[in-house]
């Protein structure tokens, strides 16, 4: 038994566990006093590349450097062109079903904005793009390679997507429970292509083309801005 693994990866759970609550507050906080729906998201995702990359990586790295050496591990290359290959007309399939649900368009996009012009697709790109570094980082990064190094891959994919699922309650049960699976499979490709970076770029493209479907579909519900 590794003790300081063992409380290296409690450590990371505990740090993990805090700062995503804490971003959860700055969300229901921003929620009530930005009234612009581009500024609130925006300030929002921010919000979470700091609490969720930024803040975790000046914690973890003074008291644990190899764990973030493994975290920032170059990918295998081919494994991962491989992954998005397979996965990318999954994703655009999946995410064009969605968009033709009216539930799922009342919460994507996140920017409920009527107009969306050039700049504002960049802006939702680079801000997702921004969110999610940071959340992969956490997830399939620190969290996921503190324990594996302390109990074992499949006690740290059980971990993981717990804890994964947990962070999607408050989206409610559809996504709750999609999380489960996906966060299997997540932790998988992270794990197959020893970088989170595969995965950073798979949930991008599921978001932005989440979001690219669903506005398209969804001029009769997004107000004008």
Known sequence: MNVSAELSALYTIIVSILLFCTYLLVMHLTRGKIQNPVQRIVSQRLGGLLLLGVIPLGIIWPTNERLIQLTFKSPDTINLLFTILIAL????????????????????????VGNWKTSLYIINSLSWAAYLLGYEFLFRGILLHSCIEAWGTFVAIFINTLLYALAHLHKGRFETLGSIPLGILFCGISIWTHSFTTVFVLHCLIALSNDFFCIKSSTDLLPNH
């Open 89 to 112: 007309p999954v994703i655009l399939l999946t995410n064009y079903k969605l968009s033709k649900n009216t539930s799922h368009r009342e919460q994507y996009p996140e920017i409920r």
